[in-house]
């Protein structure tokens, strides 16, 4: 009897202490949709009916220094929000649970995307003051970019001609000589894409200094000087790589080796930060704005979504270890305040480690992380079994690749 107890307690303690390593393909998928949903819901809710400003609830960092107004905060969260879960909102209309979130999402997205350009509406958005509109308004056009059938086609006129007019209007702003430059050309390829009038010095320029400021092994300065943070993963590789993709199928400004080059940098970039992810699926949290919590792996899910792993990663793999993180991350409720927004911290509330320009508005980059959602639910992503990554394999003795440079 009592070798009985034994077995059932050691079984138990094993469970406990191994839950990351419980979880099947199924369970992966469910807990990403739901953690999709469990972000998205209160901002969404809340400004389909034009009362996100009233039900928000705005935090600063105590480090606060720029003087700009707070009310930016709606735009970032709705701008970054929506750059996260808009190729999961892109998939077709289903009957399963999942398929249920994702409409209503999509349903109160369309909504949210007609308030936030209304100067009528409550939710009118902070489009002409100050500059930081032009990074938000940057992510939303790559929702379009990422979803154009489902969020942009279904727009009424006169809500798109209200985002062509305010995406113009930010040709006001002198984007500063870093990052910046593209999200000016993300704003302006969407415009491409979709027939409108661009500014082609603007995509030029960015994709011009951003190639410049390659540095190697898979990473880009941002502007004159090179970061060591997660810039690359945040804006640099996503936005580039997109911009150019842009630029290919409409046949012009870029050249498709360029764009093949952009490839082979993103994804040998994609494996270094997969190999930051510990054995106890934690990452390193160093640079700036690490608040954006699950960003940082944006490149690796960016391609992902596009089906463009390295032979170096497999989907198991990946798919296990980004699911891995944002468990252990999620996991702390106080990543979330009393009304289900995101609040300032990396895991929990820590509002001392936001940078000068953070709110917490600017907390939903961490949806990016989710873009593997975009690939269905029977995609190989996600029914594959689960595999160790790298770091896992490596301290457990388990063979991994050897790594080594990339070659330019």
Not at 132 to 137: E, F, G, K, T
Not at 155 to 173: A, H, M
Not at 177 to 192: D, G, K, Q, R, V
Not at 225 to 253: A, G, W
Request: charged content about 25%.
């Amino acid at each position: 009897m009592y070798r009985i107890y034994y077995f059932i307690v050691v079984a138990i303690a094993f469970s406990l202490s191994s839950p990351l390593q419980a979880q099947n393909s199924a369970s992966d998928r469910q807990f990403t949709t739901d953690l999709a949903y469990k972000i998205s819901e209160p901002v969404l809710r809340n400004m389909a009916k034009g009362e996100l400003k009233k039900n928000m609830q705005i935090e600063v960092s105590p480090h606060w220094y720029d003087g700009r107004n707070k009310d930016v905060t709606y735009m970032e969260a709705f701008g970054r929000l929506m750059a996260g879960i808009a190729p999961w909102l892109n998939l077709p209309d289903d009957d399963t649970a999942e398929g249920k979130q994702r409409k209503q999402l999509r349903e109160w997205a369309l909504k949210s995307y007609a308030h936030a350009v209304d100067p009528e509406s409550p939710d009118y958005l902070l489009w002409r003051k100050e500059g930081q509109p032009l990074v938000d308004a940057a992510f939303i056009a790559q929702s379009f970019i990422r979803a154009p059938e489902r969020l942009w086609e279904p727009l009424d006129d006169v809500t798109k001609q209200r985002y062509i007019e305010e995406f113009t209007l930010l040709r006001r702003v002198d984007p500063p000589y870093n990052n910046w430059l593209l999200f000016s050309a993300t704003i302006e390829a969407f415009m491409m894409s979709v027939d409108a009038p661009y500014d082609a010095y603007r995509i030029h320029s960015a994709l011009r200094k951003t190639n410049e400021w390659y540095v190697g092994d898979g990473f880009y300065a941002d502007g004159e000087h090179f970061r060591f943070d997660y810039y690359n993963s945040y804006v640099i590789q996503p936005m580039y790589l997109e911009v150019l993709e842009i630029c290919i199928n409409k046949k012009t400004i870029a050249k498709q080796e360029e764009l093949d080059v952009a490839k082979a940098r993103i994804q040998r970039y994609s494996t270094i930060i997969e190999r930051l992810i510990s054995p106890e699926a934690s990452f390193p949290a160093f640079g700036r704005s690490i608040t954006y919590r699950s960003g940082a792996f944006q490149a690796l899910a960016l391609i992902s979504w596009k089906e463009m792993l390295p032979k170096e990663l497999t989907e198991g793999q990946v798919r296990n270890g980004l699911t891995s993180v944002m468990r252990r991350m999620f996991s702390h409720e106080n990543n979330f305040n009393k009304k289900g927004f995101l609040q300032l911290g990396f895991v929990g509330h820590q509002p001392e480690l936001s940078d000068g320009y953070t709110n917490n508005g600017s907390l939903y980059l961490t949806s990016f992380s989710l873009l593997p959602l975009g690939l269905p639910a029977n995609h190989s992503f996600w029914t594959t079994s689960a595999e160790d990554w790298t770091a896992k394999k490596a301290w457990s003795e388990q063979a991994f690749p050897k790594d080594g440079a990339m070659k330019e």
